[in-house]
């Protein structure tokens, strides 16, 4: 199995980034997010946010990333960019 949650590490400079879904678990809810808690910016100000899933086997993986991508469109985090990127798990596909 490949890492998870590991797409922003270079950018970042840094270990892994929290997840949005791992963040929310200890929150109670996504809603009890804050797009500063889940969006980090790195190398050239760009803006990086890690999804996350359930625990391999447990859940449905897709559930994360429209989870995060919700979180993010209603949070602001796709105005005033020109690009984003995505990288999604080879078996959310």
């Known amino acids: ?3 998870k949650a590991d797409s922003t590490r270079l950018i970042l400079n840094t270990k892994m980034q929290d997840t949005v879904m791992s963040l929310a678990a200890e929150a109670g809810s996504v809603e009890d997010l804050e797009i500063e808690d889940v969006m980090k910016i ?3 100000d760009i803006k990086c946010t890690e999804s996350g899933g359930p625990e391999p086997g ?3 993986a897709g559930r ?3 989870t995060a991508i919700n979180f993010l469109e209603e949070n602001g985090a796709y ?3 020109d690009y984003v990127s995505y990288d999604v798990l ?4």
Request: charged residues 25%.
């Open 58 to 60: 447990v859940g449905c």
């Open 90 to 93: 080879g078996d959310v596909v």
């Open 42 to 44: 790195g190398y050239k």
């Open 1 to 3: 199995c490949d890492p």
């Open 79 to 81: 105005d005033d960019v």
């Open 64 to 66: 994360g990333v429209i």
